[in-house]
């Protein structure tokens, strides 16, 4: 318990600070699809009886080992080209985009309706040519992207060309122009986002007509729009034909599908399973913010010459002088911090004991981490 109190002075001696930890993230394509088995036997993937979404795994997700990567889903507007009640889980594809929208973009404030995902910046001038109705969804693990995606470092390439040979042709979608000062970011009621452009142009000459999705950072979540394959699939646009599920006549044929084609007639773990295959890399940084507080503790020559424990006094002299006149001397080996009314709140030990005397004077710094 100390006996003496030296006060803090909240304008000179208490400082905060914010600091950025990044790793990097990098998910090969053969871990996502082909390394735990080959479809429709991969353990690594796990579906639901609901049919909404499929998880991807590091490892077979059976194991104690194994670690939640990301789930991965489709889903399109009630006003898209694809919706019909005819089509398969048609309801829970458009309850998909309408959840995934109200979360992360919100309602349109004068008709009340959930906004419609934009490959731009601008997520309500409602442009048709940018407008994303039709969508696939990954959404990343708090594991692995902790606090955000740090702005600027998210890749995905993907495979461009028919489903017997689909990373024939690849391009990469990167958030070339987004960076950790805000530029070119976008903002909703989900957080910060940037467009993801293919890359294979450059950076200044990028346009919305080589946008294809947007990744949100805080969220961890990127969606992708389907005109990527519709408009670059080679191969009489086979986006889909061994692994998506068909329905009616189409079952067990294996005839090739467009994306969107998929996205209507397969189910969602179907055309989540194509999504998949096509998966070559993907990369990002994440990030881990701590935040703290910083106590300079400072201890003047007139105090804290006197140790505060009881073996420091012997028949009420020092053990530590041999000399009457000699000045006292004192080694701080531990801060504490209390409130108002000098209850401790928390302690910090020194790696090694400072000398004290009368002759100097020591300021500590203590910093809190959070």
Avoid at 102 to 123: C, K, N, P, R, W
Avoid at 129 to 139: G, P
Avoid at 185 to 197: A, E, F, H, P
Avoid at 215 to 231: C, N, P, T
């Amino acid at each position: 318990m100390a006996i003496t109190y030296e006060p803090l002075n909240q304008s000179t001696d208490v400082t905060t600070t914010r600091t950025l930890l990044h790793e990097i993230i990098p998910l090969t394509g053969t871990i996502i699809s082909g390394t735990y088995g080959t479809f429709p036997n991969e353990e690594n993937i796990k579906n639901y009886t609901h049919g909404m979404f499929q998880s991807v795994y590091d490892y077979p997700y059976l194991s104690s080992s194994a670690n939640h990567i990301f789930d991965i889903t489709t889903g399109y507007d009630e006003g898209s080209v694809l919706s019909a009640s005819t089509n398969t889980q048609n309801s829970k594809k458009i309850n998909l985009y309408n959840q995934f929208s109200q979360v992360l973009l919100g309602y349109d404030a004068e008709t009340g309706a959930v906004e419609i995902f934009e490959s731009d910046l601008d997520i309500t001038d409602n442009t048709s040519t940018e407008q994303m109705k039709n969508c696939f969804f990954l959404s990343f693990a708090r594991l692995l992207t902790k606090d955000q995606v740090k702005k600027g470092s998210f890749s995905l390439e993907l495979g461009m060309g028919p489903w017997s040979s689909s990373m024939s042709s690849r391009i990469t979608l990167q958030d070339l122009r987004a960076s950790e000062e805000g530029t070119q970011v976008g903002s909703s009621v989900g957080g910060d986002y940037g467009v993801l452009y293919d890359s294979t142009g450059s950076a200044a000459s990028l346009t919305n007509t080589s946008s294809y999705g947007v990744v949100f950072y805080q969220a961890g979540i990127v969606v992708l729009s389907s005109s990527i394959w519709d408009e670059r699939v080679t191969g009489s646009n086979d986006f889909a034909s061994g692994s998506a599920t068909m329905t009616g006549s189409d079952a067990g044929t294996g005839q090739a599908r467009t994306a969107l084609q998929a996205m209507a007639t397969s189910s969602i773990s179907g055309t989540c399973d194509a999504l998949r295959h096509r998966i070559y890399n993907l990369s990002y940084n994440n990030t881990t913010e701590i935040n703290s507080t910083i106590y300079f503790c400072r201890m003047p020559v007139n105090k804290f010459n006197y140790s505060a424990n009881p073996t420091y006094v012997n028949a009420s002299k020092i053990r530590v002088k041999t000399i009457a006149s000699n000045q006292p001397v004192s080694y701080v080996t531990t801060i504490g911090l209390y409130n108002v009314n000098n209850e401790l709140l928390a302690t910090a030990k020194l790696s090694e004991p400072l000398k004290k005397t009368p002759d100097n004077e020591l300021t500590l710094r203590v910093r809190l981490d959070y």
